[in-house]
């Protein structure tokens, strides 16, 4: 348990609160979770970045170090695109890499010791009640934001590659046939809004259940010990697996927008 | 957990590492990786041409030396051949020129016998006027050998 030395007596239930809360700025619709947006920004600028400069020294020579490593990942995301994805469209791969590298940054953030941060952050700022959050995936606004970027990026595609008549026709005739097109239409309205809303409380929930285990280990006191590396090593696995989840739902969201019945 | 205005925050965050990753990041590694993959097919494709060019010309030089040796062995043959046909033709005319010599000299060393015997006649019939001489002018006996000599000179 953190911050013994609170004023006021510190109890599990605000321990747990005061994890779960934002950084708040504004009010009503108009507030921003002040930790999201730092974090994930300065993550993903960190990472792209770092990407950016990277590929601008790549050679096509021996590769080594660092390129090395990202090449791995880049080229195993292209292939996953290649699989799936038989369209043609320039903007595929860089989507899925940006959802994999950056989802599995955010995600990672989960393994650093769940008190370390925040408490550096109160000491920093001086607000011993500085709420903070550090793991910007199991903030809503950015899972939501990202997958209807994605939802956008769908309806998108399915204009540009069947037309508007093509992609109207196939919203009314399928799957039971130009006879039923309302109901048609309604399935493909439900089946579509599922996409965006199932992409993003999946990559939620996942993390805001293993931040949550986290948090309940935090509170045992010395037995977090022994607790905390089991849970933080199968949490890597799920990291890894619900920045692969994303994105490969992504990859076949998209598949799904350019081919035509 | 609220939705708010942090969703378009995250939006705009993600349309600029969307952008930063198709502007700057895929393409020059994209690149990077094909043109490796392209060098990588150019060796190989090379060192199966190499070993291709090897095996051609490994055969090759085993038809060449086949057929060097082979010549070689025909050249032998020839020269072999040629050289028994030069002895032999050395030895028939060594044979021609020696009986040729033979003939000449035996014509010759006859001629000279004939000329030294004629010689010889010639000595011995002047030789033996001489001695007949000589024994005539000790011994002649104008009377006794009248008869003789008369005969004589009733021969000659």
Redesign the interface.
Known sequence: MSAAAHGEPLTATSYIAHH?TNLKV?S??????VD??LV??FL?LLV??S??V???R????V?RGWQNF??MV??FV?QQVKDTYHGNN??I???A??IF??VFTMNAMDLIPVDFLPLLSQKLSGNEHLPFKFVPTT????T???S??VFIIMIYLNFKVKGFGGFMHEVFTVPFGPKLAPVNFLFRVIEDIAKPISLSLRLFGNMYAGEMVFILIGLLGIWQLPLALPWELFHILIITLQAFVFMMLTIVYMSMASESH | MSINATLIGQMIWFAIFIWITMKYVWPPLQKAMAERQQQIADGLAAAERGKHDLELASKRSADALREAKDRANGITAEAEKRAREIVEAAKDAAKVEADKVYNSKLAELEQEAERARSALRERVAELAVAGAEKILRREVNAGAHADMLAALKQEL
Do not use: K, Q
């Open positions: 779960l504004g009503g619709f108009w507030t921003f979770h999201t947006l994930s920004g993903g792209f970045g990407l950016a990277l590929a601008g790549a050679t096509s020579g590769p990202f090449e880049l080229s292209n320039p903007l791969a860089p989507l890499i940006t590298v950056w903030d809503p606004n950015l939501f934001a990202m209807i970027t």
